[in-house]
């Protein structure tokens, strides 16, 4: 499995800006893909997940006004996209397969950076 997160960049405060993650590799039938994050010296943070099979998502409730995950099956991509950016939204974002037979997220891509900043 392969993932590879990119559209990070500099973003005006209020903006919005939308995440890809494109998957290869498997058939991710049966997988929950996940987005997290990592600001500087904090912990990663789960934004959310989606199925890919029935496209059911989940948010917690830190960021589930701000976000909306979705998949193109048809294209193996994921996107996050958030709305309303903060500074404190400034992190290396990341997307993550849990595969059917695992309890956690076992593939991980390389993130990409938002920095969001006047």
């Known amino acids: 499995v392969q993932l590879q997160a990119y559209g990070g960049g500099f973003v005006l405060p209020g903006a919005s800006l939308r995440l890809a993650c494109a998957a290869s590799?498997?058939?991710?039938?049966?997988?929950?893909m996940g987005w997290y994050r990592q600001a500087p010296e904090k912990d990663r943070e789960f934004l959310g997940s989606?199925?890919?099979?029935?496209?059911?998502?989940y948010y917690p409730d830190s960021v589930k006004d701000r976000i909306t995950i979705t998949r193109d099956n048809a294209k193996n991509m994921v996107y996050l996209q958030m709305n309303s950016l903060k500074p404190e939204d400034t992190a290396v974002y990341y997307c993550?397969?849990?595969?059917?037979?695992?309890?956690?997220?076992?593939?991980w891509g390389q993130g990409t950076l938002v920095t969001v900043s006047s």
């Open positions: 590799g498997h058939t991710f039938t049966g997988y929950l």
């Open positions: 993550a397969a849990r595969s059917p037979e695992s309890w956690s997220f076992d593939h």
């Open positions: 989606i199925r890919w099979t029935s496209g059911d998502t």
